[in-house]
């Protein structure tokens, strides 16, 4: 389960207010907080998980892809940027469309200008700025999705987290989506060994993480799952140069193959479309 | 919901906004575009004040460049201590300020590639910038030259010239540097450039003798102080009346 990122108390206080002020986007709450926008990040959180993790040398992500059911395929959760960006998202994907657009916009701007792939920061922070608009602008509401945005530039492999708040950061390692917590407490265990891990291994601690935000009788498959890399080539792959790349289906089971089993003994995988949590039923 | 009346009912721009999606402050404007102020713009049409030739060359260190210190009206030499070549950042010599607060620094080639882009969108404004600008520079290694003009041209070589000194001085410069870019040292380069600015100050009309030379290698960038070059002109004492007419 997801922690409350506020306390208690303050939160019971909150409720009895919570109603007035939420309705619009520019009026602040007694406790100073924008209710709207905290709205958005409950969105972000509805989304499936996506983690993301780098090293001295590569910047991994990983998403968890959603199905509407058997006969549906999988939710995109990854995007190219340019060469040497991708994202994930979470949350609304119609507008992670919208935004993803005006990223490769900005960034083919910017190498067109200056001759040089745009430092991923710069790009990072011209969604950011963006976003912040729509929390400040009376009639507009905020982005309802976050991403995971991996890249490489001159100073070397980077990982941010983007929200609807405007907020960004960059990480070492990070996670978003539906059940992130139990990644983070993953990656908050191993973080310090990331640096100086090969592909490979950064790959496997991924997707570990990613495993943590699963049901007990559900597991990653060649499916549901999807590994984007910014960095030299690894061993499983048979590509040369160190573009963004997204992994998918059965190129990625040899990774699936270096996780450690779950300790729950298999029981008979028979799951009925009702009882699949990660399966959204339409109305 | 768009509760800004006067946004309604107008096209959207699909060139750079497909979803309407920026701050109402910066959506485009469709309505007419002349007002008063604009009545008193006026678009470069021909340069009054004038700087002549700058030269550059490659050099086994880095680049180097002269440029005299005149700037012209017509046939005045009216301004005679301008500094024509500037450093931008740390390796580059032309323009501006370009290391930025996170770090990144713009190198000699994305400004050459910058400014390309902004002498080429005012030309086809038909309000162009009226220069002929040489970028050099130094980074990772590498020795950069190229050139820019009021027309968007754009070209690279180890000698580069603008004005008169690609007519008088490229011939000297190329047969001095082309194929010994590797070998030339730092005194005779300069002999080089001071060669070239002597022969530009003979022969160009609109020229000074006083002139600096910009040096940018590993080590960064400096301009020289003023300097002036050894002239002769005691032939003139013999000179009667004009050319063949002799008084």
């Not at chain 1, 939160?11 to 520019?26: A, G, I, V």
């Not at chain 2, 540097?177 to 530009?200: C, F, P, Y």
Request: net charge negative; with cysteine.
């Amino acid at each position: 389960m997801a922690t409350a990122n506020f306390s208690k108390r303050a939160t019971y206080l909150d409720e009895q207010f919570r109603n007035t002020y939420d309705s619009d986007n520019t009026v602040f709450s007694p406790q100073g907080r924008l209710h709207q926008v905290e709205y958005a990040l409950e969105a972000v959180k509805q989304g499936s998980a996506a983690v993301g993790l780098r090293s001295k040398t590569h910047s991994v992500l990983l998403a968890l892809k959603r199905s509407t059911g058997e006969l549906a395929s999988y939710q995109q959760k990854m995007f190219r940027i340019d060469d040497h960006v991708g994202i994930a998202i979470a949350g609304l994907t119609s507008d992670a469309r919208v935004l993803s657009n005006f990223m490769r916009q900005q960034a083919m701007s910017s190498k067109m200008a200056f001759n040089r792939p745009v430092p991923v920061n710069r790009l990072v922070s011209a969604i950011a700025d963006k976003a912040q608009v729509n929390t400040q602008e009376y009639g507009r509401r905020p982005y309802g999705v976050g991403f995971l945005v991996i890249g490489q530039d001159k100073s070397g492999p980077h990982l941010y987290e983007f929200s609807p708040s405007g907020n960004s950061y960059e990480y070492y390692a990070m996670s978003i989506g539906a059940r992130s917590q139990s990644a983070k407490t993953y990656l908050e265990k191993h973080y310090e060994s990331f640096a100086d891990c090969s592909l490979e291994d950064l790959i496997k601690h991924g997707l570990h993480a990613l495993r943590e935000t699963l049901q007990q009788d559900k597991d990653l498959n060649v499916n549901n799952t999807s590994i984007g890399i910014v960095g030299a080539p690894s061993v499983h792959e048979n590509t040369t140069g160190i573009s963004f790349r997204i992994l998918e289906g059965e190129t990625i089971q040899p990774f699936l193959d270096t996780m450690v089993p779950k300790d729950v003994p298999a029981t008979a995988p028979a799951p009925a479309a009702t009882t699949d949590e990660d399966v959204q039923m339409t109305e | 919901m768009d509760h800004f009346p006067t946004n309604w009912g107008r096209p959207r721009n699909d060139a750079f906004d497909a979803y309407g999606t920026y701050p109402i402050a910066q959506r485009p404007y469709n309505g007419p575009t002349t007002d008063a102020f604009s009545e008193g713009i006026q678009h470069t049409q021909q340069p009054i004040v004038t700087g002549t030739s700058v030269l550059a060359i490659k050099y086994k260190d880095g680049i180097m460049m002269s440029a005299d210190n005149l700037a012209s009206y017509g046939s005045l030499a009216r301004f005679k201590d301008i500094q024509r070549l500037h450093p931008v950042g740390t390796n580059t010599v032309i323009g501006a300020e370009f290391t930025q607060q996170d770090g990144h620094s713009l190198g000699p080639s994305e400004i050459h590639e910058y400014l390309s882009h902004v002498m080429y969108s005012r030309r086809s404004k038909m309000n162009p910038l009226w220069n002929s600008l040489i970028v050099g520079g130094f980074k990772d290694g590498k020795r950069f030259l190229s050139y820019v003009d009021l027309l968007g041209t754009t070209y690279s070589a180890s000698t580069l010239a603008t004005g008169y000194g690609s007519y008088i001085a490229q011939p000297l410069l190329r047969k001095a540097v082309e194929g010994n870019e590797d070998v030339i040292t730092e005194d005779e380069a300069v002999r080089i450039l001071e060669q070239s600015m002597k022969v530009l100050f003979y022969r160009d009309a609109r020229s000074l003798n006083k002139y600096q030379i910009a040096k940018i290698t590993a080590d960064g960038v400096s301009v020289s102080e003023s300097r002036s070059a050894d002239t002769h002109w005691s032939f003139a004492e013999g000179i009667r009346g004009y050319g063949a007419q002799t008084q």
